[in-house]
């Protein structure tokens, strides 16, 4: 029998999103990832977990307030989440109305605008030009009196770019009535940061991942640092019990054990060595690419671009086909991992560039 439940109008409206998966048992290359471990404290600190344990609620409080003081910030000031995407998803939540607008330099990360559409608010999209430089003119004149969230991820995904420090004060001063969402997800391959300025620009809110650096993407964990008149309204729709107990005790250790912060200063370097070594490759080859400051690539493949994800996929490496963004027909992101794995990528590249299909 035919079922007579509609879901709201505007859920109807929000386009599938299914990002590729399956069959990821190669060199994953395709989600910017760690490509190799979390820290083996870290695991340790799982490892270490009693059946006990997990038959309690999570409590964030404590990690939170943790976490906060690494930030030198307030308790109030910070949100641990069930990833940046979690975060993102309060946020629209929390602050996009019918009649709101989402303000968005595109192409960026796919679910701003997924989360926004699932609120009575519209997104608009700014196109960064073909450098896929920040399109800062052209977000400064979009803005206007509905523009209540927009939303910038520094670096950009999947174009590497930047937004400068002083583009976003310029943004978040020319936008009092809307809350400016820095994503910092790739912060630790960028190294700057716009975290000291919570509280002092009052509409900026920053968010940080555990899924990338820290190598936890599978514990999803996230956060948010912001001024407390804004977060006590993203607390307001926020699952009491989003974050579990083994992120919670994967965190504490990320925060506080000495061989944590070392493991991750030193994978940090590594792929920044890697990342180094590869776009020199990627010259020597002959294949264009933009500047970047996360640990991922947006390679110029050209129209050949689906053969390429495939071949490189029969070679045991994931890459990830960005075609369908605005403005990325025949772009391919690449993820920078450790050195020795992005020699496996280049040697992939190679011998698909010698079977003469990019010729
Ligand atoms: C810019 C950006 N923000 C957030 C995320 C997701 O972070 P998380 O795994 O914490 O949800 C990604 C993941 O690819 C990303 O590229």
Known sequence: MKNQIQPRA?????PEYHPPLGNRDSLRLDFNENTLACSPAVLAAIQSLSAADLTRYPERGPIESLAASHLGLSPEQVILTNGVDEAIHILCQAFLDRGDELLLPVPTYTMYEIYASATDATTRRVQAGTDFRFPLEALL?????????????????????VCTREHIIAIAEAAPQAVVLVDEAYFHFYGHTVM??????PNLIVARTFSKAYGLASLRLGLLAGPDSLLQWARRVLSPYSVNTVALA?????????????????????VKRSRAQFLVAL??????????????VLVNIGPAHKEFAAAMREQGILVRDRSADPGCDGLVRITIGTRKHMHLAVAA??????????A
């Not at 004149?141 to 509905?146: E, F, Q, V």
């Not at 965190?251 to 991750?264: C, E, F, G, I, R």
């Open 10 to 14: 505007r859920v109807q409206q929000i």
């Open 141 to 161: 004149s979009a803005i206007a009196t509905k523009t209540k969230l927009i939303a910038i991820a520094n670096p950009n995904s999947p174009t590497g770019s």
């Open 196 to 201: 000291d300025l919570i509280g002092k620009l």
């Open 250 to 270: 994967a965190l504490k250790a990320a925060l506080t054990d000495p061989d944590a912060q070392s493991y991750l200063d030193w994978y940090v370097s590594e």
């Open 283 to 296: 010259n020597k080859i002959g294949l264009a690419y933009w500047p970047t400051e996360a640990n991922f």
């Open 349 to 358: 590249i190679q011998k698909w560039k010698s079977a003469g299909v990019l």
